[in-house]
């Protein structure tokens, strides 16, 4: 394809992450911000012990059995029994809702996404942990922890954190004669264009993230926005998505559908078909997160790119983007039973070792400060320095109790302008009146 582009229209090329992996949409009543009434979440009632189950979506890295078993070969007569739910975040979260409605105990320990925590506390589907009863909390990244609290108590514990990468053909802007990763979505269109004269780009596309109508495409255009100095919640927690700098974003994405440096297909795609996608070679940028690494360097033959690509961090409108806070925090079911077990397995997976050995195994970002500066992991895992940058410059998506409505909210509006029904100037205004009707104080 051509890298075009006119003097009146830039290409889209930063959008965001997640978590992450990852994440939620609206799911009717189940939105509700008001307390549902369910079980206790008040400190201090983790008791009893006992087998547990762990509900978690799709493990697609095939090493959380190892974790599990780990823990089972060690406590016998307290297994955790696995309830792997869909890939698709959007349909875990539905599924926990279901289950907590039902003040089902099915599911034990949760692996929630980091935007779940308010929706989840507020309507006491998940039990406050008092922080004594996580003895490594201080040595975890600050900005982890916060995702894991409703109105400053703890409600989960951060087992991985995310932030979004640029994954980039290293061995093709080389050749190119691009000597470093763009910093801005500008200098990111003209490496597309030095490349697209390669014999070797030919059939490639430019630019990628992840623009399905799913919590995906919240993250993307999250960092769009937020990557063009705009933001959709403010700090004072009111809505401010109408505003030049929000445009700015946005129609960076969807100038780049216009333009066709995001190819037609990135419509449809997830994180699986955006790795996917880059894995074939059919990409010369791509926004994911830290997972795809050890995929796309497997040299079993499953990625074309290994060896090929480096990292590097997200570019902006004027300088380095803003990735989405991504991540996963286990909390407790407000209905389990065994609750002790369930604390005492959560600080097993949160442990040091356990955050290590899934790193060397699966490349997932983990949230011990020491690992981002362990040298052995370092050399094994180049991506680690830019991460951690990303990830201390993130921002959060909305942290608000109606988050499945806001962000099918976000979803909708995106969705419709990157596909050309809805101007991006009508997209936001509609947005930021739908937002102000669900954000109260």
Not at 195 to 201: G, T
Not at 252 to 273: D, H, M, Q, R, S
Not at 381 to 391: E, G, H, N, V
């Amino acid at each position: 394809m051509r890298f075009e582009r006119s003097h009146a229209r830039r290409t889209a090329f930063v959008a965001v992450a997640g978590s992450l992996a990852l994440l939620a949409t609206a799911c009717g009543s189940g939105d509700s911000g008001s307390s549902s009434g369910g079980g206790s979440s008040s400190a201090g009632a983790l008791e009893g012990r006992g087998p547990i189950t762990f509900a978690t979506g799709k493990d697609t890295s095939g090493f959380l059995p190892k974790q599990l078993a780990a823990w089972n070969s060690s406590h016998p007569n307290e297994k955790v029994e696995l309830k792997e739910l869909p890939e698709d975040a959007d349909a875990q979260r539905q599924q926990m809702v279901q289950n907590a409605q039902a003040k089902s105990d099915a599911f034990s320990v949760l692996n929630m996404d980091v935007v779940w925590t308010s929706e989840f506390a507020a309507n006491q589907w998940i039990t406050q942990i008092p922080e004594d009863k996580v003895p490594d909390l201080g040595k975890l990244i600050p900005a982890t922890v916060e995702t894991a609290k409703y109105r400053d108590k703890l409600y989960g514990v951060p087992i991985t954190s995310d932030g979004g990468l640029l994954y980039y053909r290293k061995d093709l802007l080389t050749k190119a004669g691009v000597a470093e990763p763009p910093k801005t979505w500008d200098e990111m269109l003209a490496a597309c264009q030095k490349v697209a004269a390669l014999p070797e780009a030919k059939g490639m596309s430019c630019y990628s993230g992840q623009f399905e109508k799913y919590e995906g495409l919240t993250v993307n255009f999250s960092e769009a926005v937020n990557s063009a100095g705009g933001e959709i919640v403010g700090k004072d927690g009111k809505p401010n998505v109408n505003t030049p700098e929000a445009k700015a974003g946005l129609e960076e994405l969807v100038n780049g559908f216009k333009t066709g440096a995001i190819p037609k297909a990135a419509i449809t795609y997830k994180e699986e078909e955006s790795r996917r996608a880059f894995q074939e070679g059919k990409l010369l940028f791509l926004r994911n997160w830290p997972y795809v690494y050890a995929l796309a360097n497997k040299t079993d033959g499953s990625s074309k790119v290994a060896g090929k690509f480096a990292v590097a961090p997200l570019p902006g409108k004027s300088g380095p983007g803003v990735s989405s806070l991504g991540g996963h925090d286990y909390a407790i079911s407000s209905f389990a039973k065994n609750k002790a077990t369930a604390i005492d397995f959560i600080n097993f997976m949160a442990s040091e070792a356990r955050q290590k050995a899934n790193i060397e195994a699966t490349s997932q970002a983990p949230t011990w400060q020491s690992l981002y500066d362990d040298p052995t992991l370092s050399k094994q895992f180049p991506y680690l320095t830019p991460l951690k940058a990303s990830i201390l410059g993130a921002q959060p998506r909305p942290k608000v109790v109606k988050y499945g409505d806001v962000t099918a909210a976000i979803q909708a509006a995106a969705y419709d302008s990157l596909n050309g029904t809805v101007a991006p100037d009508k997209a936001l205004a509609d947005l930021q009146t739908k937002l102000q009707s669900l954000i109260t104080q």
